[in-house]
């Protein structure tokens, strides 16, 4: 298992994190995601920690907060020293009936994490991530609240989680103007069949040193190698209740179409393959994996050991590359002597 640092700072984690959004679901759409209560959530979390991760996401809006109880409560029955873990949550979504219980207000903020260390049974936590957008709360009032918590010491590192990249360099912008704590990572979704990210966000985080974590790595399942053009979700699987991200099902059935003999020829699944792809993106700080099940986590974390070759992943690039648009079409066009120098080729 690598480590690698979180953005810029001297913080590694785990190339793998493990995502606990399968903790505690009972209704609703966490039911259709994941209901582990304690004791099997408490041996998945042993088992990523004996595999080497050291690295745990949460979200106060995981099953109610629940998954935040059974993941801190999982963290103290296993015994783990507290400066072997990373435990990052996030704030945004609403917890509560009244108009201020959501957002990324500092009032929203400050509560948000006074619950949140409550139920992980944590005196701070190590990466403290806005979960959204929020349109109706100015940046520089999110961004002095997150500072405010890392001064007080209840927050070491900060980070977004959904945002577009002219939001963040707001953000860092604001951050750098006045001294504040900046975003250190961002959490976005991101998959050889959904590399929308890669238009904007991915040039952003190279330029700013912002790390990523990558959310929903096997697109809700859909690249487990499951399904395909022959093979859809059957009824009752997490697909067709909850069909979740959106994913341009032509083009992931191609993925599939691809990974499939490259899966054949490593002796592995199409799922290792997958998240294989990401851990070989440079720009790739850590992929968060969640599973159900002890066997479905043994065959995530066994992708840290497949090596695509640079054939293979050629293949894969071909089959998954985003069309050209405007203005990256022009960026090509207009760059290329440059980068040629750059590269100390002859023109």
Partial sequence: MRNH????????????????????????I?????????????????????????FIDTADVYS?????????????????????????????????PGPNARGASRSHIMDGLKASLKRLQLDHVDLYQIHGFDPATPIEETVRALDQLVRQGHVRYVG????????????????????????????????VAGRDLERE???????????????????????????????????????????FPPVDKD???????????IAAAHGVSVAQV????????????????????????????AATQVALSASELAQLDQVSRLPAEYPGWMFARQGENRRKQLAGEPR
């Fill in 64 to 96: 109610g907060g629940l998954s935040e109880q059974i993941t801190g409560q999982a963290l103290k029955n296993l015994q783990v020293p507290r400066d072997s873990v990373v435990v990052a949550t996030k704030v945004f979504g609403e917890t509560g």
């Fill in 251 to 261: 083009r992931a059935w191609d993925c599939v179409d691809a990974m499939r003999p």
């Fill in 5 to 28: 640092p979180l953005g810029r700072t001297g913080l590694f984690v785990s190339e793998l994190c493990l995502g606990t959004m399968t903790f505690g679901g009972s209704e609703g």
């Fill in 274 to 301: 997958a998240l294989a792809w990401l851990l070989h993106q440079p720009q790739v700080t850590s992929v968060i994996v969640g599973a159900r099940r002890a066997e479905q986590l043994a065959d995530n974390l």
């Fill in 160 to 191: 977004v989680s959904n945002w577009a990249a002219w939001q963040i360099v707001k953000a860092l912008g604001i951050a750098e103007r006045w001294g504040l704590a900046r975003f250190e990572s961002l959490q976005a979704y991101y998959t």
């Fill in 30 to 54: 966490w039911s259709q995601i994941g209901d582990l209560q304690q004791a099997d959530a408490e041996r998945l979390v042993g088992q990523a920690l004996d595999a080497g991760i050291n």
């Fill in 201 to 243: 966000l991915v040039p952003m985080l190279q330029s700013e040193g912002v790390g990523l974590m990558v959310w929903s790595p096997l697109a809700g399942g859909l690249l487990s190698g499951k399904y395909g053009r022959e093979q859809q979700a059957e009824q009752g699987s997490r697909r067709v209740s909850f069909d």
